[in-house]
């Protein structure tokens, strides 16, 4: 159901214009077949953010890519010298980091 913004007219999900007063309606579902309002896709990233924030995201991605190459290392060592036992406290010890820092 859909309530046009003009007249108050109640008007069903697919109609398009409002059968009172013929003002375009504004569907509460997107419809792909209209592709008329995309909506914007999602930031995950804030572009208006002040310097500190942006400086704030790069350490966390450096951060982030140096657990990797950390895991990763292991994960050659391991390979290496055919003992895997290392890499479970290795990725327990990651994990728990990773997830502090997000906290
Ligand atoms: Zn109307």
Known sequence: MITCTKCGEK??????YCTRCKKKLQSSHRSSAQGQQQPEPLRTFKHEGVPV?????IMRMVEAWAYVLVLAGVAVGCAYTKTWWPMYPAVGLLGLLIWFRQV
């Open 11 to 16: 008007n069903s999900d697919d109609t398009l």
């Open 53 to 57: 924030d942006a400086w704030r995201s």
